[in-house]
């Protein structure tokens, strides 16, 4: 089993800011997975990172709103740029191609 | 339609009642997860299945790779289960991503 621990666990912003989500899992993992849930919705994939490479996006989903750093196989960040109130949601990290593991979650409130 | 269906949308229950969450899904898979958030939003999974039955505590999970349809049943439930359940499939096409239903919101009464 992993262990995922993500922070922050919930932020309020200001629109036109970033927040940077961060996740380090407990052993190294070769894939980690970034999903937005929006306010009563399921989870959607943003991205998946992979080590040492280019994190691939999702269609709907961009580098440039959604830039996310992978410099090792146990951590990861997901970048949400100039935020707006649309980019109210959780975000959630997860790792594992078997068992799915998740992060506690990124509760992001956008004012 | 969804790949991935779940039903009912909302359950609410007394305590000791048991409970019932169906999900069918219209995609090959490799693998059925069932899924459990909390009010803070974090996700725990619970079950990873590919054939059968599992059975964990007072939750079992049954698979029906034909039908393509699988249940989550919990017994003697307990308003601590109060949650949401969240179906999810692993796609055989789509790279090893997990396809998600929109979730069940169980509520036990005491």
């Known amino acids: 089993s992993a262990v995922i621990s993500q922070k922050p666990s919930r932020d309020i912003c200001q629109r036109g800011t970033s927040l940077t989500i961060q996740c380090q899992v407990d052993?190294?993992?070769?894939?980690m997975f970034w999903y937005r849930q929006q306010p009563g919705q399921s989870l959607t994939l943003i991205a998946t990172?992979?080590?040492?490479?280019?994190?691939?996006?999702e269609s709907g989903f961009v580098i440039d709103k959604f830039p996310i750093s992978r410099p090792n196989l146990t951590f990861s960040t997901l970048t949400v740029s100039n935020m707006s109130p649309e980019d109210s949601s959780i975000y959630l990290c997860?790792?594992?191609?078997?068992?799915?593991?998740f992060g506690q979650g990124t509760r992001l409130t956008v004012v | 339609k969804n790949e991935v269906e779940q039903s009912p949308q909302n359950l609410t229950a007394q305590e000791g009642e048991f409970i019932t969450i169906n999900c069918s899904y219209s995609?090959?898979?490799?693998?059925l997860h069932w899924l459990q958030q909390h009010p803070g939003g974090g996700i725990v999974s619970l079950f990873m299945?590919?054939?059968g039955k599992k059975k964990h505590g007072r939750l079992i999970a049954t698979i029906n790779i034909q039908e393509k349809h699988s249940s989550l049943h919990i017994t003697a439930s307990h308003p601590r289960d109060s949650a949401v359940y969240i179906c999810?499939?692993?796609?055989?096409?789509?790279?090893?991503?997990?396809?998600f239903g929109q979730g069940t919101r169980l509520t036990i009464n005491p």
């Open positions: 997860s790792a594992g191609t078997e068992v799915a593991f």
């Open positions: 052993s190294q993992v070769t894939m």
């Open positions: 990172a992979n080590q040492g490479s280019e994190a691939t996006y």
């Open positions: 995609v090959g898979i490799s693998a």
């Open positions: 299945l590919s054939s």
């Open positions: 999810a499939v692993r796609s055989l096409q789509g790279a090893q991503k997990l396809v």
